[in-house]
């Protein structure tokens, strides 16, 4: 699993540009944007939910943010009775779904440039396969602040 993510990052990387170059309108919004951030901990997960209201399905193929270097969806899950994590290549939202990024679930990972504090904005940009892109705002929680 781990080795497994740098090849992922790099394809997301060279991706991006060509992505945002063709941005359109797109029927997928999000809500209640929040991140969970550790003090000490250079990694960060972002909460967040997402509907899609149009009538054809749309699929979230990558996350960038200014605040990290690296930024990917993520999907938790027990393996073994271990909390494990692995890259959820692309998230399809169909018609109508709404998908709840939540602890224990789906997150987006952030490898953060610098440290977050509680309070602080966070713009964070989702990537459509079909060349647009929809930019959200996150808000950081303290730590036991939900
Ligand atoms: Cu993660």
Redesign the pocket.
């Known amino acids: 699993m781990r080795a497994a993510l740098p090849a992922t990052c790099l394809l997301l990387l060279a991706s991006l540009s060509r992505l945002i170059a063709a941005a359109q309108p797109s029927a997928l919004s999000a809500q209640d944007a929040w991140i969970r951030a550790t003090p000490g901990v250079d990694?960060a997960?972002v909460y967040l939910t997402l509907h899609n209201s149009g009538t054809q399905p749309v699929v979230v193929s990558g996350v960038r943010s200014p605040a990290a270097g690296v930024a990917?969806i993520?999907m938790?899950a027990m393996v073994n009775g271990q909390s494990t994590?692995r890259a959820h290549e692309s998230l399809r939202i169909a018609p109508g779904e709404t998908v709840r990024f939540a602890p224990g679930g789906l997150?987006i990972?952030l490898h953060l440039e610098h440290p977050l504090t509680p309070g602080d904005e966070v713009p964070l940009v989702l990537l459509l396969e079909n060349g647009s892109s929809l930019s959200v705002v996150a808000r950081v929680r303290a730590l036991g602040d939900g």
Do not use: Y
């Open positions: 990694v997960a990917m993520h938790t994590m997150h990972m």
